[in-house]
């Protein structure tokens, strides 16, 4: 039973434009979302995150955007640029105090076009 | 460097003997949890310690499989009589404390095969 889904393997965009990765969750209790990027053979490199009382977070070319009542985040690249190719893992963790640790999603590879 | 430090970063074990892997988390970190990613996979919960203390390991497998956090040295996990599924790359991620909405940080990965 997949808690946090992202429904695109795979996506392609082209440099310069915006990338906009997708994922939906079904626990409500989740209250504190990140996203993770990963090259291959590394770690996961922690990009950003949004609280449950919060809609929009801002970093730079990063935004992130929480819809609760459709369980539904959204991480925007804008402008994509060639180093943002990695895969990009969207995770969730609840009001447990931490000691469940993070739940992902399977992650979205995303390829940047020149 | 004052990242999550993990070793091997790969290593390759026939069927039937022991990995360990060991993790010491960044600097004034004293949460330490390990996540396995199998191919085509995202990154799945396996344990969260404190210092000497195991809090959760709801996502081990419940056989030859451990995990320790001594009070000194770096957190190691074993996994004994291993099977080629237990090829995968094991990620070691580390927190200043222990709440949900703390950023979770992690190591580079050490990669384990079993042949």
């Known amino acids: 039973d997949q808690q946090v889904k992202q429904n695109s393997p795979s996506l392609s965009v082209q440099e310069g434009r915006i990338s906009i990765l997708n994922c939906d969750y079904t626990?409500?209790?989740?209250?504190?979302f990140l996203w993770y990027k990963k090259y291959p053979a590394e770690g996961p490199t922690f990009l950003i995150s949004?609280?449950?009382?919060?809609d929009k977070n801002e970093d730079g070319r990063f935004t992130v955007f929480l819809n609760k009542s459709a369980k539904h985040l959204s991480l925007h690249i804008v402008p994509s640029q060639p180093g943002d190719s990695a895969v990009y893992f969207c995770?969730?963790?609840?009001?447990?105090?931490?000691?469940?640790?993070?739940?992902f999603g399977k992650g979205t590879h995303l390829i940047i076009q020149p | 460097n004052a990242g999550v430090m993990q070793n091997p970063r790969h290593l390759v074990r026939r069927r039937g003997q022991e990995a360990r892997l060991r993790c010491s988390p960044m600097?004034?970190?004293?949460?330490v949890y390990w996540y396995r990613q199998l191919p085509e996979e995202g990154l799945k919960f396996m344990v969260y310690?404190?210092?000497?203390?195991?809090?959760?390991e709801s996502g081990m497998p419940k056989e030859r499989f451990s995990a320790e956090f001594p009070k000194e040295g770096p957190s190691i996990l074993r996994i004994q009589q291993v099977v080629r599924g237990d090829s995968a790359a094991y990620f070691c991620?580390?927190?200043?404390?222990?709440?949900?909405?703390?950023?979770?940080?992690f190591g580079e990965g050490s990669w384990l095969t079993v042949v």
């Open positions: 949004i609280s449950s009382i919060k």
């Open positions: 991620a580390s927190s200043f404390t222990g709440s949900s909405m703390d950023t979770i940080y």
């Open positions: 626990n409500s209790m989740f209250d504190y």
């Open positions: 995770a969730a963790s609840g009001s447990g105090g931490g000691a469940d640790g993070l739940t």
């Open positions: 600097k004034g970190h004293s949460h």
């Open positions: 310690l404190q210092k000497e203390n195991i809090i959760d």
